[in-house]
Protein backbone atom coordinates (compact mmCIF):
# COMPACT_ATOMS: atom_id res chain seq x y z
CA UNK A 1 0.00 0.00 0.00
CA UNK A 2 1.71 3.06 -1.00
CA UNK A 3 1.65 6.05 1.73
CA UNK A 4 -1.01 7.97 -0.16
CA UNK A 5 -3.55 4.92 -0.10
CA UNK A 6 -2.70 4.57 3.41
CA UNK A 7 -3.76 8.03 4.54
CA UNK A 8 -6.50 8.05 2.39
CA UNK A 9 -7.90 4.76 4.52
CA UNK A 10 -7.03 6.58 7.50
CA UNK A 11 -9.27 9.65 6.90
CA UNK A 12 -12.27 7.34 5.86
CA UNK A 13 -12.25 5.03 8.63
CA UNK A 14 -12.03 8.15 11.03
CA UNK A 15 -14.88 9.91 8.65
CA UNK A 16 -17.00 6.89 8.80
CA UNK A 17 -17.01 6.89 12.77
CA UNK A 18 -17.30 10.35 12.43
CA UNK A 19 -20.56 9.45 10.45
CA UNK A 20 -21.74 7.30 13.31
CA UNK A 21 -21.43 9.90 16.01
CA UNK A 22 -23.55 12.49 13.52
CA UNK A 23 -26.42 10.09 12.74
CA UNK A 24 -26.97 9.21 16.00
CA UNK A 25 -27.02 12.78 17.05
CA UNK A 26 -28.95 14.26 14.19
CA UNK A 27 -31.31 10.81 14.08
CA UNK A 28 -30.64 9.75 10.69
CA UNK A 29 -31.25 6.43 10.65
CA UNK A 30 -30.84 6.03 6.97
CA UNK A 31 -27.02 7.25 7.54
CA UNK A 32 -26.46 5.09 10.35
CA UNK A 33 -27.69 2.36 8.23
CA UNK A 34 -25.37 3.12 5.13
CA UNK A 35 -22.26 3.14 7.31
CA UNK A 36 -23.13 -0.54 8.95
CA UNK A 37 -21.76 -4.12 7.95
CA UNK A 38 -24.90 -6.39 7.30
CA UNK A 39 -23.82 -7.78 11.10
CA UNK A 40 -22.73 -5.47 13.66
CA UNK A 41 -21.30 -6.69 16.96
CA UNK A 42 -22.45 -3.99 20.11
CA UNK A 43 -20.52 -4.65 23.23
CA UNK A 44 -21.99 -2.06 25.89
CA UNK A 45 -20.87 -4.56 28.84
CA UNK A 46 -18.56 -2.60 30.23
CA UNK A 47 -20.32 0.44 30.04
CA UNK A 48 -24.02 -0.40 30.88
CA UNK A 49 -23.25 -4.01 32.10
CA UNK A 50 -25.38 -5.62 28.84
CA UNK A 51 -24.07 -8.24 27.06
CA UNK A 52 -22.25 -8.34 23.99
CA UNK A 53 -24.94 -9.07 21.04
CA UNK A 54 -24.61 -9.06 17.26
CA UNK A 55 -27.59 -8.00 15.51
CA UNK A 56 -28.27 -7.34 11.97
CA UNK A 57 -27.25 -3.85 10.77
CA UNK A 58 -31.01 -3.14 10.33
CA UNK A 59 -31.75 -4.41 14.49
CA UNK A 60 -28.90 -2.26 15.39
CA UNK A 61 -30.64 0.50 13.25
CA UNK A 62 -33.43 0.12 15.52
CA UNK A 63 -31.89 -0.84 18.69
CA UNK A 64 -29.94 2.54 18.29
CA UNK A 65 -33.26 4.22 17.21
CA UNK A 66 -35.26 3.19 20.38
CA UNK A 67 -32.57 4.28 22.77
CA UNK A 68 -31.53 7.47 21.04
CA UNK A 69 -35.33 8.54 20.11
CA UNK A 70 -36.13 9.34 23.69
CA UNK A 71 -33.05 12.23 24.07
CA UNK A 72 -34.45 15.77 22.64
CA UNK A 73 -30.76 16.21 22.24
CA UNK A 74 -27.28 13.84 22.07
CA UNK A 75 -23.46 14.73 21.16
CA UNK A 76 -20.94 12.45 20.98
CA UNK A 77 -17.62 13.99 20.72
CA UNK A 78 -14.08 12.00 20.13
CA UNK A 79 -10.60 12.60 20.31
CA UNK A 80 -7.58 11.39 21.10
CA UNK A 81 -7.73 8.95 18.05
CA UNK A 82 -5.49 5.56 17.07
CA UNK A 83 -6.53 3.98 13.81
CA UNK A 84 -4.57 0.86 12.80
CA UNK A 85 -4.88 -0.34 9.26
CA UNK A 86 -4.40 -4.46 7.94
CA UNK A 87 -5.40 -4.91 4.84
CA UNK A 88 -9.53 -4.19 4.64
CA UNK A 89 -9.53 -4.45 8.36
CA UNK A 90 -9.85 -1.36 10.82
CA UNK A 91 -9.54 -0.67 14.19
CA UNK A 92 -10.34 3.36 15.38
CA UNK A 93 -10.12 3.82 19.13
CA UNK A 94 -11.21 7.36 20.80
CA UNK A 95 -11.93 8.68 23.90
CA UNK A 96 -15.59 9.63 23.59
CA UNK A 97 -17.38 12.44 25.51
CA UNK A 98 -21.60 11.70 24.71
CA UNK A 99 -24.21 14.42 26.55
CA UNK A 100 -27.47 13.52 26.66
CA UNK A 101 -30.56 15.55 27.55
CA UNK A 102 -33.96 15.03 28.29
CA UNK A 103 -36.43 16.96 30.00
CA UNK A 104 -36.61 15.64 33.48
CA UNK A 105 -38.12 16.51 36.87
CA UNK A 106 -34.44 16.45 38.59
CA UNK A 107 -31.40 16.76 36.45
CA UNK A 108 -32.28 16.19 32.57
CA UNK A 109 -28.91 16.00 31.78
CA UNK A 110 -26.30 12.87 31.73
CA UNK A 111 -22.43 13.27 30.24
CA UNK A 112 -20.92 9.70 29.31
CA UNK A 113 -16.84 9.35 29.44
CA UNK A 114 -15.93 6.27 27.90
CA UNK A 115 -13.48 4.72 25.29
CA UNK A 116 -15.04 3.76 21.67
CA UNK A 117 -13.15 0.25 20.05
CA UNK A 118 -14.44 0.33 16.62
CA UNK A 119 -13.52 -2.55 14.23
CA UNK A 120 -14.16 -1.86 10.28
CA UNK A 121 -14.26 -3.88 7.33
CA UNK A 122 -14.10 -2.45 3.45
CA UNK A 123 -16.82 -3.94 2.15
CA UNK A 124 -17.29 -2.61 -1.46
CA UNK A 125 -14.52 -0.10 -1.59
CA UNK A 126 -16.28 1.24 2.16
CA UNK A 127 -15.80 1.01 5.13
CA UNK A 128 -18.51 -0.50 7.41
CA UNK A 129 -18.73 -0.64 11.11
CA UNK A 130 -18.38 -4.22 12.35
CA UNK A 131 -17.82 -4.19 16.04
CA UNK A 132 -18.77 -1.11 18.64
CA UNK A 133 -17.01 -1.87 21.71
CA UNK A 134 -18.03 1.06 24.45
CA UNK A 135 -15.44 0.88 27.63
CA UNK A 136 -16.54 3.11 30.78
CA UNK A 137 -14.09 3.21 33.12
CA UNK A 138 -14.90 7.00 34.71
CA UNK A 139 -18.77 7.59 36.75
CA UNK A 140 -21.67 8.67 35.05
CA UNK A 141 -22.33 12.95 35.27
CA UNK A 142 -25.69 14.04 35.61
CA UNK A 143 -28.43 11.55 35.86
CA UNK A 144 -28.14 7.70 34.87
CA UNK A 145 -31.34 7.13 35.13
CA UNK A 146 -31.99 9.32 31.77
CA UNK A 147 -31.42 6.02 29.58
CA UNK A 148 -34.63 5.03 31.60
CA UNK A 149 -36.51 8.26 31.08
CA UNK A 150 -35.50 8.52 27.27
CA UNK A 151 -36.57 4.91 26.81
CA UNK A 152 -40.12 6.01 28.29
CA UNK A 153 -40.06 9.23 26.49
CA UNK A 154 -39.21 7.24 22.69
CA UNK A 155 -42.50 5.73 22.44
CA UNK A 156 -43.84 9.14 22.51
CA UNK A 157 -42.29 11.23 19.50
CA UNK A 158 -44.57 12.85 17.64
CA UNK A 159 -47.34 12.43 19.92
CA UNK A 160 -47.07 16.31 20.76
Known amino acids: MTDVNHLADRVAVTETVARFAWSQDLKDWDGLRAILADTVTLDVSEHLGAPSQELSADDF ?13 THHSTSNVIVELEGDHATYRSFVVAYHHVPADEVDWLVVRAFWHVDLRRIDDEWRLRRIRVVRKA ?22
Open 139 to 160: PFAGNPELYTIAAGSAGKVGEK
Open 61 to 73: VAASRAVLEGFQS
